[in-house]
């Protein structure tokens, strides 16, 4: 079975500052990996997604997370945050099957002006 | 738009109710899953398939049933309401897996 930690459960950073938002997962068999974002009163969205191949997977918006093996982590980053990036983050991790993902507990990434 | 439709939006059951919430699919994905999000828990998942005639359970089944008859629909029963399960749910479809889910807007259900 996965799970899935999300260290920090809120995060207060300034506009413009870097931002580390941190994921651990354990497994007995390979795994995918995937960050999503929710904004409030919605659903949530797909932000990157690994499965193999480059350990360093993109956004189309600036963040950027690094799949590593060694420490079981997968830890979101943004070199400079925007207001708009406000938002609940979640860490998730299912099997190489892809069908049962299971998720943290999600992190509060709050951008200060 | 293609994508995740689930209702109801918002619904209020005193405990002892039973209801269906929907969820609808045109995206011809396999894989369709239950969630709830609850504050400081994240989104646990309930039920989940594979397929038309495939399910199977999740982190938190109890109280809950499913049926998939059709790719298409995913309905989530209560059969019995209870306060615990005063949550919000989400409703998500994937192709394989690989692509990620897709989720729907949510439900946003309280039980009384």
């Known amino acids: 079975a996965q799970s899935v930690t999300q260290l920090d459960s809120q995060v207060p950073v300034f506009e413009e500052a870097p931002v580390e938002l941190r994921c651990n997962y354990s497994?007995?068999?390979?795994?995918?990996l995937f960050w999503y974002v929710q904004y409030p009163n919605q659903g949530l969205q797909l932000l990157l997604k690994?499965?193999?191949?480059?350990?360093l997977v993109e956004s189309i918006n600036g963040f950027e997370a690094e799949f590593n093996k060694s420490q079981t982590s997968f830890h979101l980053r943004k070199p400079s945050v925007h207001i708009s990036d406000t938002a609940e983050y979640f860490c998730a991790v299912s099997d190489r099957g892809g069908f049962k993902t299971i998720f943290g507990a999600g992190t509060r990434l709050f951008v200060k002006a | 738009n293609a994508g995740v439709t689930q209702t109801p939006k918002f619904q209020v059951l005193k405990t002892g109710q039973s209801m269906t919430l929907q969820c609808a699919q045109d995206?011809?994905?396999?894989?369709m899953s239950w969630y709830r999000q609850d504050p400081g828990m994240g989104l646990r998942l309930i039920h989940y398939?594979?397929?038309?005639?495939?399910?199977d359970q999740g982190e938190v089944p109890n109280g809950y049933n499913v049926s998939r008859s059709t790719t298409e629909d995913f309905p989530l029963r209560l059969l019995s309401a209870a306060p615990s399960q005063t949550s919000v749910y989400f409703c998500?479809?994937?192709?394989?897996?690989?692509?990620?889910?897709?989720f729907g807007s949510g439900t946003r259900l309280t039980v009384v």
């Open positions: 995206m011809n994905h396999e894989y």
């Open positions: 998500a479809s994937s192709d394989q897996g690989t692509g990620g889910y897709t």
């Open positions: 690994y499965l193999s191949g480059s350990t």
């Open positions: 497994s007995s068999v390979s795994v995918y």
């Open positions: 398939s594979v397929g038309a005639g495939i399910t």
